[in-house]
């Protein structure tokens, strides 16, 4: 029997109240600028997913797909053919993640900015959903405005020294999501977030140490458990309730200390998706200023490289950043994963080859004599008082000197992917992005007309954007194979 309601249990409450809140139709949803912000996320996500295809990860992820089958409900980004929306969620999700090019959002943890997450990563969620039940653009945009703001509450309980992962966030996250655009009522939506709660606590060794590839599998691993809670919840099945705030329950993960009340309560300014910054470079969004740092630097030392004596950079005194900046594995990288988390790596590369883009992980190129050594002369420092400089991002400094004591210094406050709260992202660098990525795979005819659907979203229905993906897919011989 399907669990009701019932108001005296005071340990249901906190879901009950979570699912009335995710059901809700607040006006920040259909907001214009939060609606134009979703699109941009959207295109921006799927650019980065269409990046990733020939990517070993979700290549290895579409085989076994391909070998378990589905019920052809959904598009598969870069297949011909449909599958299930299980199969869906997994993929995508692992091609959006794959090459760490998707959005990335900071916030401010126990008084410091910090790294939320990517909540890109449960946009795959959105797509699907909306695609099985044909859900107009515009429903689908309120759904992925509410998953952003939810994203933000949930990581906001979870404190900074938690053992467990931010992408623990999405169980619940993805299973709302799915259950507002299938018209789940109360009672259902509860259920789904309980059964999504129940499989969500990931441990946070996913995204330190020794880097793996579940670090770009974590997220839609959790979503797809998610929506499977909020598939059985839609027929009946139900949940632990209790699961925030039960002594067996997540408050481990989610500390009921920390306020579970915020989770339903009055929206904060701004929005959460407003603040959602895209990547212009494919690698770790603190990363992304010293890169542009980098890439500033380039034309006033490619031809005095051999001469570097020491690179300093120089990043906001921050947790984040200092945790990072120690980690060992990214210092000396020796993989993929771990290159693009290094913070050594990455503003050398740059500055050498004058460009970031996937082309600078090439042949291990971290491991290349004269990487090897610009990484043993950085230096990583933190500077107080930087983060004040630019409010909201995370800045950085490069200061190059060379054997003859003369230096080269560039900072870098904004990269061109931040979204500033209140205009949002700039459209020209997302479609510049897109178009980069997408002519790779497609016809440029294609990849404007598919960047144009996306940024016309609204009262019709999502398939002038699935039907070009299942397109690439036929037209490159589902090269995912």
């Known amino acids: 029997m399907l669990n009701t309601f019932d108001e005296g249990n005071d340990s249901a409450a906190p879901i009950r109240n979570l699912a009335r809140w995710t059901l809700s139709d607040d006006p920040l949803w259909s907001d214009p600028l939060v609606a134009r912000q979703a699109r941009l996320l959207i295109a921006d996500s799927i650019a980065c997913a269409v990046a990733a295809l020939d990517v070993s990860t979700p290549v290895n992820v579409a085989a076994m797909l391909e070998e ?72 689908m945009i309120a759904a992925l405005a509410m998953g952003y703001e939810l994203f933000r509450r949930l990581r906001q309980l979870m404190p900074f020294s938690s053992a467990w992962d931010g992408t623990s966030v999405s169980g619940l996250v993805a299973a709302a999501i ?20 129940a499989r969500c606590a990931t441990p946070s060794v996913v995204r330190w140490g020794r880097l793996s590839g ?15 809670g909020a598939l059985l919840a839609e027929r009946g099945i139900t949940g632990p309730l209790e699961v ?4 067996g329950g997540l408050h481990q993960v989610f500390d009921p200390s920390l306020e579970l009340e915020r989770l339903w309560g009055p929206i904060e300014q701004p929005p959460f998706i407003m603040t959602s910054n ?46 990072q900046q120690g980690e060992i594995e990214r210092r000396f990288p020796k993989t993929r994963e771990a290159a693009d988390h290094s913070f050594t790596f990455l503003p050398a ?94 016809p440029e005819e294609w990849a404007r007309r598919l960047v144009g659907n996306i940024l016309c979203l609204g009262a019709g229905p999502v398939e002038p954007i699935m039907a070009p993906l299942r397109e690439t897919g036929a037209a490159n011989g589902d090269k995912l194979r």
């Open 68 to 139: 378990m089958g589905g019920s052809p409900q959904c598009t598969l980004i870069g297949r011909a053919q449909k599958s299930s929306i299980l199969s869906a969620v997994l993929l995508n999700g692992a091609l959006v993640r794959s090459l760490d090019y998707n959005d990335v959002q900071f916030f401010l943890k126990e008084g410091e900015l910090s790294v939320a997450g990517h909540c890109s990563d449960n946009i795959p969620v959105a797509l699907a959903a909306a695609e099985r039940f044909g859900s107009t653009g515009t429903d």
């Open 349 to 442: 590369v740059a500055m050498v080859e004058g460009a970031m883009t996937d082309h600078q992980f090439r042949d291990q190129r971290w491991e290349a004599p004269d990487m090897r050594r610009l990484i043993e002369v950085t230096e990583l420092r933190v500077e107080r008082g930087f983060a004040e400089r630019a409010p909201g991002s995370m800045p950085s400094r490069v200061r190059v000197t060379f054997g003859d004591g003369s230096t080269e210094v560039q900072e870098c406050l904004y990269d061109p992917g931040h979204s500033f709260p209140e205009r949002g992202l700039d459209e020209a660098v997302v479609v510049e992005k897109f178009m980069a990525i997408a002519i790779r795979r497609m």
């Open 178 to 197: 799915y259950g507002r655009l299938a018209g789940l009522d109360p009672a259902r939506q509860a259920n789904a977030l309980a059964l999504g709660a």
């Open 278 to 323: 895209i990547k212009p470079f494919a690698c770790i969004g603190t990363a992304q200023t010293a890169i542009k740092a980098g890439l500033d630097l380039h034309p006033r030392v490619r031809s005095r490289v051999d001469a570097i004596s020491r690179i300093e950079v120089i990043m906001a005194d921050l947790p984040m950043i200092r945790k």
């Open 244 to 247: 925030l705030d039960h002594r």
């Open 214 to 228: 579940v670090k770009n599998l974590a997220n839609s691993m959790i979503a797809q458990s998610g929506v499977q």
